[in-house]
């Protein structure tokens, strides 16, 4: 069981948009803990896709986006395209127990 | 170019002691505020963090498989290495290693809690 909880799958038509939520608690997000998004393409290695809530690494599109408001955060993805179909991890620090890094669940995105 | 390649045994059996080596290249484990981290997958399952060690040796360990991991560094080599004792079927899994992300400053705080570059992982089955 994920310290972050992430919905198992979340589906959408190309072109349009979907959001993926990440909960937490008073020991991760809520704490002031920033929350990141990792993209894995099947067969692949995770991919940093946003850090710091809202920031994009250089070569990310802006189709991306995140944002984070108190106990929990949220991936947004606008303008659905073939290739987005992947799973989408969310990952926090955890300052309980002298401090983890902890990821959600994990949410396949179907593309329809 | 930051990049990283975990290596070690693709199978071993129950009871018995796991060593996977990450070597890497790109960065320096000496230089302040660098990690390097170790992520497992199941299959099929989500990911979860195992350990990681920083520049100064300091090290962190999943608190609920402490007990059964070492990790270490040489730094002359660019290698980190994991120990996990006691391995069981269900350790059986995708290891990644990966580099920690550069330290970044909103809203009145910096933070480094992330990783931005991931090995290709290396999948160690546990079975007799």
């Known amino acids: 069981q994920s310290v972050l909880t992430q919905p198992p799958s979340v589906s959408g038509a190309p072109g349009q948009k979907v959001t993926i939520s990440c909960t937490g608690s008073?020991?991760?997000?809520?704490?002031?803990?920033?929350v990141h998004w990792y993209q894995q393409l099947p067969g692949s290695a995770p991919k940093l896709l946003i850090y710091?809530?809202?920031i994009r690494p250089s070569g990310v599109p802006d189709r991306f986006s995140g944002s984070k408001s108190g106990t929990s955060a949220s991936l947004a993805i606008t303008g659905l395209q073939g290739e987005d179909e992947a799973d989408y991890y969310c990952q926090s620090y955890d300052s309980s127990l002298g401090g983890s890094w902890v990821f959600g669940g994990g949410t396949k995105l179907t593309v329809l | 170019q930051i990049t990283l390649k975990e290596s070690g045994p693709t199978l071993v059996k129950p009871t018995q002691t796991l060593t996977l080596t990450c070597s890497f290249s790109?960065?320096?484990?000496?230089?302040?505020?660098?990690?390097v981290g170790w992520i497992r997958q199941p299959p099929g399952k989500a990911l979860e963090w195992l350990a990681l060690i920083y520049w100064n040796d300091d090290k962190r360990y999943s608190p609920s498989l402490k007990s059964r991991l070492t990790i270490t560094k040489d730094t002359s080599k660019n290698q980190v290495v994991l120990i996990m004792t006691n391995m069981d079927p269900v350790d059986t899994a995708t290891y990644y290693c990966a580099h920690s992300g550069p330290v970044y400053c909103s809203g009145g705080s910096c933070q480094m809690y992330y990783f931005d570059y991931w090995g290709q992982g290396t999948l160690v089955t546990v079975s007799s």
């Open positions: 710091g809530n809202s």
């Open positions: 790109g960065f320096s484990l000496s230089s302040s505020g660098v990690y």
């Open positions: 008073s020991s991760n997000i809520g704490a002031g803990y920033d």
